[in-house]
């Protein structure tokens, strides 16, 4: 699972990385981000309509219509800000998003818990040059429509695909972790066929990752 992750990228970085010119950036002032949880706004790079891409602030986690067990009258909607590697092609939420709206989520860090009262929170980042160099998750987009408590809504939203835990997260986390790409596969994650998109899902490098920061109650990652 990934319910928590940075980006403190500033945005002329972002535009860089990820292809994206000055015209298509619609971030505004755009701030560091040191924690972002499902339903907050964060940037994604996406193909617009006319298969440029655009670096655009969206909400985390595809929303779907949500009823009260005991009483049947919909409350706060669900949110689903990860998408199992392998429920992808099959599963009638992620499905479509997969084929047609495949996203980078720019990311500097990400964070597991492990334990409770009180957990402790471990920041991974990758290795490099600098202190947390930026990545991209593995993302998927859409226009998520359902019933709010006032009636129908709409969001623009994005989720990040999870798969297998590699060797450094999976003592914290033993079963899933986001995928993060290899800047040489952003063109084939969103623009190649199916099977190229989906055989990039794979456990990244634990080699190349590092734990930046852990501690009881840390929800942010104040480096960044």
Avoid at 29 to 57: C, F, Q, S, W
Avoid at 160 to 181: C, D, S, W
Wanted: aromatic letters at 10%; hydrophobic letters at 35%.
């Amino acid at each position: 699972m990934c319910n928590l992750y940075s980006n403190t990228i500033p945005a002329a970085a972002m535009r860089q990385l990820f292809d994206v010119t000055v015209e298509r950036d619609r971030l505004g002032n755009a701030e560091p981000l040191t924690a972002i949880y499902p339903k907050h706004m964060a940037p994604v790079v996406r193909k617009a309509d006319d298969g440029v891409r655009e670096l655009v602030p969206l909400s985390w986690g595809f929303r779907t219509t949500k009823k009260s067990k005991k009483t049947g009258a919909v409350i706060q909607p669900g949110a689903w800000n990860n998408a199992r590697d392998d429920k992808v092609r099959s599963s009638g939420l992620w499905k479509g998003s997969f084929e047609h709206r495949r996203c980078l989520v720019p990311a500097s860090s990400f964070c597991e818990a492990k334990g409770r009262n009180p957990a402790t929170y471990y920041w991974f980042a990758l290795k490099g040059d600098e202190d947390r160099p930026p990545f991209a998750f593995a993302g998927m987009w859409q226009t998520s429509r359902y019933e709010g408590k006032e009636g129908p809504e709409a969001v623009e939203a994005y989720t990040v695909i999870t798969t297998t835990a590699n060797e450094i997260v999976k003592p914290i986390h033993p079963q899933r972790m986001p995928v993060i790409l290899q800047p040489s596969d952003y063109e084939q994650w969103m623009d190649g066929n199916l099977d190229d998109a989906f055989e990039l899902l794979q456990p990244y490098d634990a080699g190349g990752m590092q734990v930046v920061l852990s501690g009881e109650g840390e929800k942010s990652d104040p480096v960044g």
